[in-house]
T-cell receptor, first 112, second 114 residues
């Protein structure tokens, strides 16, 4: 079945460091790919998405590129801030099942 | 635009007790989802409604979990009787339609079963 694998956390970085959170997926169809962010005590918020191969999603300085050849959707940010501390979830959505499949989440902690 | 509302935010119960969660989706959203998020895991879909009908409840433990969306607007999720392993955050989400990829999540209800 469809699945999403994320790098395990926690990831601890200093402010202004470069961030990469790896995400790979397995899907039988042609899924759309997402990154969601969950701040403490809040629900999930859509961070960015890409709907087809080679698309790049971007938002708030974060970006991720849909790589079909490597089945990956790695999240990157050039310079993290303390306010980016949260849990980040990679997910896929397939139109055949109309379901989200989420990864296990990666906790990011940014130190001042 | 008001977001997805959920209540209560926190609930502590003893095993074998019953509990209910409430969700009010974004106005006009036809599709409503309930997810279970166990600590350290990603959200797992429990049930999906399209208006007031169930379109997917394949991962709902039907011996103890039930959900309804009687008027196609708000929804309740019930657990009876609760088990220790039901301790989790229960997230409600909604979208304009079933094929719409973007879902909007509520803040969740954190359940602790003792």
């Amino acid at each position: 079945g469809d699945s999403v694998t994320q790098m395990e956390g926690p990831v601890t970085l200093s402010e202004e460091a470069f961030l990469t959170i790896n995400c790979t997926y397995t899907a039988t169809g042609y899924p759309s790919l997402f990154w969601y962010v969950q701040y403490p005590g809040e629900g999930l918020q859509l961070l960015l998405k890409a709907t087809k191969a080679d698309d790049k999603g971007s938002n708030k300085g974060f970006e991720a590129t849909y790589r079909k050849e490597t089945t990956s959707f790695h999240l990157e940010k050039g310079s993290v801030q303390v306010s980016d501390s949260a849990v980040y979830f990679c997910a896929l959505f397939t139109s055949g099942t109309y379901k989200y499949i989420f990864g296990t989440g990666t906790r990011l902690k940014v130190l001042a | 635009e008001a977001g997805v509302a959920q209540s209560p935010r926190y609930k502590i119960i003893e095993k074998r007790q019953s509990v209910a969660f409430w969700c009010n989706p974004i106005s006009g959203h036809a599709t409503l989802y309930w997810y279970q998020q166990i600590l350290g895991q990603g959200p797992k879909l429990l049930i999906q409604f399209q208006n007031n009908g169930v379109v997917d409840d394949s991962q709902l433990p039907k011996d103890r979990f039930s959900a309804e969306r009687l008027k196609g607007v708000d929804s309740t999720l019930k657990i009876q009787p609760a088990k220790l392993e039901d301790s989790a955050v229960y997230l409600c989400a909604s979208s304009t339609s079933r094929g719409q990829e973007t879902q909007y999540f509520g803040p969740g209800t954190r359940l602790l079963v003792l």
